[in-house]
């Protein structure tokens, strides 16, 4: 059986609009291109035959011609080595009528590029290598892996897919369903899945994996920033190379024991690093220094030591009559008196929150606090 060596990938998500980044998500896009050139650099380095796109190589189904041109350049890289591209359509570039797989020349034109275009492509036979490799398209409620005929031409199969692996209480059964049961009953010698966004080894009897994404695309991903490098063969192996550089984490503050804004500063800051975006939710209630702090500033203080910081403020201001000291003036009980009244009065909560809001920042400027604003 002759060595056949590969890199599987999917969900890179070209395009993508990293909205949660807001004034940086074009920096975020860029990088995307630069991983996908990495992968090409990774196929060159392990002088694999074949790269696997899993589907959602581009994240709509109207890429820029800058994106499709900058595919071009990852497909030519790849081409002078002879490296061979099979890319399997998602749910986010499906392979629709007028897809945009049939619409760009670099699909339908370039002889190292195979793509999985519509339901009657359902494999591709490479005899040099005594391989097939399987796909369906826009599977929709059914499962990706299922209905394909095993071509006893050759030695090797291989199986694209992209769904979701049904795991009880976590995944949607009309969401391309893919059972353990069918992966383990499946002739191929390596399934490559695609949609999951993290790293995950499927245990089963065939080899099979999710990729990920090569680089971070959502919030919550804790396991992305791979692909898998295969080999099939007498000396089979499959293993995931990290590649990715971007990693998120969220940080909860209970700062009901916190009064000066340093040691908020301190607690916000540990473990930052010029890759990391976190989002930091702040919940308890605001005492001293932090009574109408205005947290953006702290945001533009901290913003350089990471690669994006979230600051999200849940915590509540409490005051009542009870809670003055004798540094309090009659100036601020007034202010205190008069903004608790149109609290109480307020129509909505909007509104109710607008004066709270007030009534704290007033508060806070009174007592000499001017980072309110």
């Not at 860029?30 to 796109?53: Q, R």
């Not at 591209?85 to 499906?94: A, E, Y």
């Amino acid at each position: 059986m002759r060595e056949i060596r590969f890199i599987h990938t999917a969900d890179i998500h070209l395009g993508r609009k990293y909205k949660y980044l807001k004034d940086i998500a074009h920096k975020a896009q860029s990088h995307l291109i630069d991983i996908m050139m990495k992968i090409a650099s990774v196929a060159v380095d392990k002088k694999v035959d074949f790269v696997f796109i899993s589907g959602d190589l581009f994240d709509n189904e109207n890429p820029s011609s800058f994106l499709i041109a900058k595919f071009m350049d990852f497909v030519d890289v790849l081409n002078a080595k002879n490296i061979k591209i099979v890319i399997l359509p998602g749910t986010h570039d499906s392979s629709l009528e007028n897809s945009l797989y049939t619409k760009h020349s670099v699909f339908t034109e370039k002889n190292n590029v195979f793509v999985f275009i519509d339901k009657l492509t359902k494999k591709f036979i490479f005899e040099d290598f005594s391989l097939a490799i399987y796909g369906n398209c826009n599977p929709g409620k059914s499962s990706p892996i299922l209905g394909f005929q095993k071509d006893s031409s050759v030695n090797s199969h291989i199986i694209l897919a992209h769904g979701s692996l049904q795991i009880e209480g976590k995944s949607d059964k009309n969401d391309s369903p893919i059972l353990i049961s069918d992966i383990d009953s499946s002739f191929a010698d390596y399934i490559a899945l695609g949609h999951w966004h993290n790293y995950y080894k499927v245990q089963s009897n065939v080899p099979c994996f999710y990729s990920g994404s090569p680089e971070l695309i959502d919030k919550d991903q804790i396991n992305s920033g791979f692909i898998i490098y295969g080999c099939l063969g007498e000396n089979a192996k499959f293993e995931p190379i990290h590649i990715g550089e971007r990693r998120f984490d969220e940080v909860k503050i209970d700062i009901s024991g916190i009064t000066k804004i340093t040691d908020l500063i301190q607690k916000i800051k540990t473990g930052s690093d010029e890759n990391l975006i976190r989002k930091v939710d702040l919940w308890g209630t605001k005492k001293g220094e932090l009574i109408g702090f205005n947290f953006s500033k702290l945001k533009e203080e901290l913003l350089s030591l990471f690669y994006y910081l979230i600051i999200e403020d849940h915590s509540s201001f409490i005051l009542s009559p009870n809670s003055f000291s004798n540094n309090f003036s009659s100036i601020e009980k007034i202010y205190y008196e008069r903004l608790s009244d149109l609290i109480n009065k307020a129509s909505s909560q909007d509104e109710k929150e607008k004066y709270s809001r007030a009534l704290e920042m007033g508060i806070a400027l009174l007592s000499g606090n001017d980072d309110v604003i």
